[in-house]
């Protein structure tokens, strides 16, 4: 097996190697797109998906739009160990291991921040130094460190102890390649700079140095090493500065097998493995075939962007990174399914033009048709372009090739277009035999396509000029045409496409008038032109039949036409086609359409419709293509266009089946960007005003990230998703109210297929301080204890107040009985200066019960009007009594009910009363008091009335004792303002002559009016 193998790579050193670089597309990321530096030394990709770049001024984070660069922080104890990156190495927990000259951090993918680790040994005679070098995680979880200074060190994760064991160091440092690499049986390989091949058993802990050698060639020559790859055969490879090496691994002895400077070696498959080296890539192959090799070339926009290559790496999505020191280069498998052939400058390995308008294939070549530069051929075993124009191949006339067409008898014919012509191509003896309609005018030479019939017949379809002609290929002269020689002439002469189909028939499309089909052996026309119930466009671009036997038609749109019922059925309507133009048609094996449109190729299955389309992005020379297409014998299919030719394997375009993980990369809350942990997280605690969030998804299929779409949904919020795309993978909520959500997103992969990679995260508004549970409890018990302070200190002002209003009437009470009093006393003390001793003991009597009456009732607000009435009663007679013969007094009561239940302020008419006896009777003998209690308007009326001198002839008359007396009336007004203020009622007072006319003795009559109160009565309904 070794000797094999060592003689394919001796035939691979003899061989020239394959130039790829023509067919494989980089995209580059470098400076001008982020990063801190051009040189890039490891790449990684961690677990949540993002790709990391390690470079000499920082860590780069990428996510297939963004560029993030994380740097060390002097201020900052949790950032960064150094700038300077050495190495890579994910975490199975999501964090990130980083190795630089300075020492070890384990880090969040998020934030680049975490804890720093230096290489301190239990053993207090072993002395690591810092200056990290590479990493490992074994097949049995322990992780290994390799440093500057010769030491391999295992590491306790969770403690951070180390043990280490000495190898020779690195005394070149600026050189950075350097790996640990576990082989299958577990045993560790250690390659660096000056470092010889170096084997470590880590269950038996035995260090196996390997001696080198200048003189003797079983070994290697130099002690140096960059990498290590063990192949599916067993064979272990080795990568170092001096070439590319297989060495065994017993006894250390070797064999060169490249001579290229290799730094680093990655698998692609069983059967062959990549070379990262100082003088671009190689694919090596296993079963002896030339290897392949991938360059920087400057006349090659995306070719590789340096040729000195640092590290490869192959992520999930099965892109290749390739870190150099002018940056990144990425090729993506899937923008790849198409092999590609263009125009390049300078090349003359390459097509002679851009355009392509037809092609053309035999059993060894690809026959191509240029826009301007004549026929190409490109030779499928050699890879290799030939180029037959104007300028080195005779008898051709112009270059603008319009069709090619290779007939029965294997002759290669082209239909050139400007009125030059058409021919036929010998490329053994390279020329060119040219035929024209009419060589003396450019009006008639425009050709468009050409067809041969089962009996031989060999038809030109002109662009104008007659249409379609018969041609005499061996005579070399025209025959008759389908304009002006027939009886059922085709009714265009704009002819578009002619085909051949199994019966027999000739199919012509037109430009102007639908299509016609012509029977070779009926000598019969039958035209379809352009009507609504006919074909209905004008043009035909290209006529085809499947291997089912159904004829589709392509103009706007591809039709489906049913021959028997002459029907079209309008496909692309159907099925919503993303093109506006079908120009070709091809069948793979498999009976799959493939149709050439003016946006991208389309692939079709004529049993359920169903449909694909592909475009620049999977790796096609262009959107717009042209008619050119054709079958290869080997089942592949060719297809031009704009941009150049793609030759593919129908059965090898398979859908893109890879599913993509989701994470939110960045996150942005009212504007601000969040720098933290996973963001994811933080949506769990958004304060109430953190309502308008933007959320950067990112969906980690590298191959194209700009087809993947995004559907998101915060569910609670919205009812439906939202979908975004092309480049744009914002998510934007903006006023959400307080609650809780979940964010669901799912995605596309790069080759825009919807895939079950669905995820979903919790969101939650917390509600504004004043809406929460504490808050509202606070707010109660706040609330509670103020309204039951209010209400008690309302309950005690009312209590002060009411006692107050009690007390003023009291006070009043106590200022009025008092003065009664005096007067009632004063009396019985005449009464007795006169010897009326029998009056005096009357009046006494009736004085003491009235006194009774009075202190009874002096501590109610309201009594009952018959008891007021009684007291009334016992005060007039007593009065009488003392001035006998002065005035006489009558009380008139009104009989209705209501008046028998009401209540009345006590004493509250004896004020009135006494004032009238004791100033408007004064000086009368016929002096009359008339009282009356009545029931008027649902009010009660009491009215006292004498025929006195009058209220202002008192005031005017009396003495200032007299003034004293009468303050009793103010007494009684403020009584009533008092009552009214407690009770809510409308007690009112008024004064006003009895006899106005008569000027000597007017009278008084005073008018107390109780409307209707609980504290009085309640008046029933009239």
Known sequence: M???????????????????????????????????????????????????????????????????????????????????????????????????????????????????????SADSTVNPDNFIRAMLIDSKGRMWIESAGGWLCLLDRPTGKIRCWKHPGVDQVYYRYHQIYEAKNGQLWIAGRNIPPVRFDPETEEMKVFPTSRSDKRYKREQDGACYLELPTGQLLMGALDGLYSIDKLDGTVEKLHPNTTLFLLPDGPHRFWAATGAGLYRHYLHGAASDRLSHDPDIPRSLIDNHINTLFRDASGCLWAGTRQGVSKWSPAKHKFMQFGHLTGKENSLSSHRVNALAADSTSVWIGTDGTGIDRYVLSERRFVHFSQSNTPGLTGGRVKTLYIDSKGVLWAGLWEGKGFGKLDFKRN????????????????????????????????????????????????????????????????????????????????????????????????????????????????????????????????????????????ISIWNQFPASQILAITEDRKGMLWLNTNNGLIRFNPVDYSFHHFTSNDGLQGDVFTQAACTLPDGRIAVGGAQGFNVFDPDSIVGWTFVPRIAIGRLLINGQEYIGRNPADRLRFLAHDENFITLAISVFDYNSPANIRIRYQLEGFSNQEVEVGGGNHDAVFTNIPPGKYKLTIRSTNADGQWVANSVSYPLEVADPWWNQLWFRILFVVFVGSSLFWLAKNRHEKLRIREESLELQQKLLRSRMNPHFIFNSLFAIQNFIYANSQDVAGRYLSDFALLMRRILDQSADDFIPVSQELTTLKLYLRLQIMRFPGKFSSEIFFDPHPAIQEANIPPMILQPFVENAIEHGLKNRHDGRIDIRFEFENNNFRITVSDNGIGMPRQAANASAYDRKRTHALQITRDRIALLNKKFGAEISLSFQPTNPDDTTFPGTTVVLLIPSHPKTFDLPCE
């Open 431 to 570: 020329r060119f035999t040219m035929f024209s309609f009419d060589p003396t005018s450019q009006m008639y030479d425009w050709y468009n396509d050409f067809c041969e019939d089962e009996l031989g017949n060999f038809y030109i379809g002109f662009w104008g000029a007659k249409g379609v002609t018969l041609f005499d290929r061996q005579r070399g002269k025209f025959g008759k045409n389908f304009w002006t020689d027939r009886q059922d002439p085709v009714v265009s002469r704009l002819t578009t496409d002619l085909f051949h189909d199994r019966l027999g028939k000739i199919w012509i499309g037109t430009s102007d008038n639908g299509f016609s089909v012509y029977n070779p052996l009926s000598d019969q026309v039958t035209n379809f032109a352009h009507s609504k119930e006919a074909y209905p466009e004008e043009g035909v671009n290209v006529v085809f039949e499947d291997s089912e036997g159904r004829i589709w038609i392509g103009g706007e749109n591809l039709y489906r036409f049913y021959q028997a019922a002459r029907q079209f059925v309008n």
């Open 2 to 120: 070794l000797l094999a193998f060592l003689l394919f790579f001796m035939k691979v050193e003899c061989q020239p190697d394959n130039n790829l670089n023509p067919f494989f597309r980089w995209e580059h990321i470098t400076m001008s797109d982020g990063l801190p530096s051009p040189v890039v030394n490891c790449i990684a990709q961690d677990s949540t998906g993002f790709m990391w770049f390690g470079t000499p001024e920082g860590l780069v984070r990428y996510d297939g739009f963004h560029v993030e660069v994380f740097q060390h922080d002097p201020s900052d104890s949790s950032s960064l160990v150094h700038n300077d990156i050495t190495c890579l190495l994910p975490d199975s927990s999501g964090l990130l291991w980083v190795g630089t000259v300075g020492g070890l951090c384990l880090v969040d993918p998020y934030t680049a921040k975490g804890k720093r680790f230096r290489l301190l």
